[in-house]
């Protein structure tokens, strides 16, 4: 089993070795959204939610999700962050509307962000869902998907078809 790095000698899940990789600049791009009713969406922007600003709150949760990912992914390894920037952009799509959420992240480190800018797109939206609930339960959240990411042994991906 020794091609499979996730796996030890017993066939049991562990975390990868990575202390004789090089540290590199390294990033990652994430999207997700939220459909939201037009309720939601006129409250969201004229900072009428109860719970405070809907949009600085997930924004604040995203980047402390980002921080904490190892902590929630058990075989992610704790790096060290060098920034987190978050965008959020509405698309009208009648009678709804999608809040698109597009984290990226950036370390120089043996490993890469892309856990980290998925952990803290998803994390944004289940904070405008968990603000944004008492109003409508039916907001769907997704897809979340990995736009792009730079650096690192295996090299660049970018999804084709995305737009960021």
Known sequence: MSEFTHFNQQGRAKMVDITEKQPSHRSATAQTSILVNEQIYQQINNHAIKKGDVLAVAQVAGIMAAKQTSTLI???????????????????????????????????????????????????????????????????????????????????????????
């Open 74 to 164: 058990p075989m992610c390894h704790p790096i060290p962050i060098s920034g987190v920037d978050i965008a959020f952009d509405w698309l009208e799509e009648k009678p709804d509307y999608r809040l698109t959420i597009t984290v990226s992240t950036k370390t120089k480190g043996s490993t890469g962000v892309e856990m980290e800018a998925l952990t803290a797109a998803s994390i944004c939206a289940l904070t405008v869902y968990d603000m944004c609930k008492a109003i409508d339960k039916g907001m769907v959240i997704g897809p979340t998907y990995l736009v792009k990411k730079s650096g690192g042994k295996n090299g660049d991906y970018n999804r084709e078809g995305a737009v960021d």
